[in-house]
């Protein structure tokens, strides 16, 4: 079911459940509850699990049964993590920051205005921290850090398996992004 305003990208595929007010990129996949979001292009969210006032990165993938809560049980205002510290929002809704190529497990839950970073890989039977910094592996800290060469051997995998092959910087633009994780 669309609710509207709703836009679709090109080649993207619409599987099932409930989409409003929802800008979905090309070439994304994505089925069950979503309110309030973009899904940047070839983000793939093929399984129930609600999805609301999020922003999802290029190539993310969300596990079966993923959730983010985008109310806090206060009905108050959500704060952010941010680079230059926690942030007042003003929004009573708002739900997680996806990075590029972050991925979640089945039946990950994500708490109001989770951040979780670019190439992250969270899993496991607990819930995750608000902050997942970029190239985390696990379900908490401390976080094993997914190895760079390992990284780039699964996104070429991911990219290939939808007919798109990295271009000649990916490498290091993503070393640049490894390398940055620190600072965050």
Not at 62 to 81: C, D, M, P, Q
Not at 168 to 173: D, I, L, Q, S
Request: proline fraction near 4%; charge should be positive; aromatic fraction near 8%.
């Amino acid at each position: 079911r669309l609710v509207g305003p709703c836009l679709i990208g090109a080649g993207s595929t619409v599987g099932g459940g409930r989409l409003a007010c929802c800008s979905i990129g090309p070439a994304v996949k994505v089925s069950g509850e979503m309110s309030v979001c973009v899904m940047i292009g070839h983000a793939n969210k093929g399984h129930d699990g609600f999805v609301g006032h999020s922003v999802i990165g290029r190539w993310a993938n969300l596990g079966a049964g993923t959730i983010t809560s985008n109310l806090k049980n206060s009905y108050g205002e959500v704060t952010l993590w941010t680079p230059r510290g926690v942030q007042r929002t003003g929004q009573q809704f708002l739900g997680s920051l996806i990075g590029d190529h972050a991925k979640t497990g089945i039946g990950t839950r994500l708490s109001t205005g989770s951040v979780i970073g670019a190439a992250a890989n969270v899993f496991g039977t607990r819930m995750p921290p608000k902050v997942v910094p970029s190239f985390a592996w696990g379900d908490g800290e401390p976080w094993e850090t997914f190895a760079l060469d390992r990284f780039l051997v699964v996104a070429a995998r991911v990219m290939g398996r939808r007919g798109v092959a990295a271009h000649a910087e990916a490498g290091a633009h993503w070393s640049r992004v490894f390398a940055a994780r620190d600072g965050a």
